[in-house]
């Protein structure tokens, strides 16, 4: 089982930028994928962005590619979100996610974050 923890949401205007980050610990952090997808208020979970095991593939919802960037740190066992040009949006819940199957157009992971509130004020 891996535990995933998010942090670095948080309050920010329209145009800005945040970081998350979500550490992983438990089952060997380099041999799966992790991700991320997010929840808006009265909306269903979606997809936002998936790294492979390797860090050499991922893939991001239209929504939101030119402007976030995944990556994973192994020395730190880290996942990061950088996002740019923030929306009102991209307002939601962003949960961290690791394990599990994906493509180009979906990921379905086994475990999952608590979450992270993120909120962009136009």
């Known amino acids: 089982q891996v535990q995933l923890v998010e942090s670095g949401g948080g309050l920010v205007q329209a145009g800005g930028s945040l970081r998350l980050s979500c550490a992983a610990s438990?089952?060997?952090?380099?041999?799966?994928?992790m991700g991320w997808f997010r929840q808006a208020p009265g909306k269903e979970r979606e997809f936002v962005a998936v790294?492979?095991?390797?860090?050499?593939?991922?893939y991001y919802a239209d929504s939101v590619k030119g402007r976030f960037t995944i990556s994973r740190d192994y020395g730190k066992n880290t996942v990061y979100l950088q996002m740019n040009s923030l929306k009102p949006e991209d307002t939601a819940v962003y949960y961290c996610?690791?394990?599990?199957?994906?493509?180009?157009?979906?990921?379905?992971?086994?475990?999952w974050g608590q979450g992270t509130q993120v909120t962009v004020s136009s």
């Open positions: 996610a690791a394990g599990g199957p994906y493509n180009s157009e979906s990921y379905r992971p086994r475990s």
């Open positions: 438990g089952r060997t952090y380099s041999s799966y994928a």
């Open positions: 790294i492979s095991w390797s860090g050499g593939v991922t």
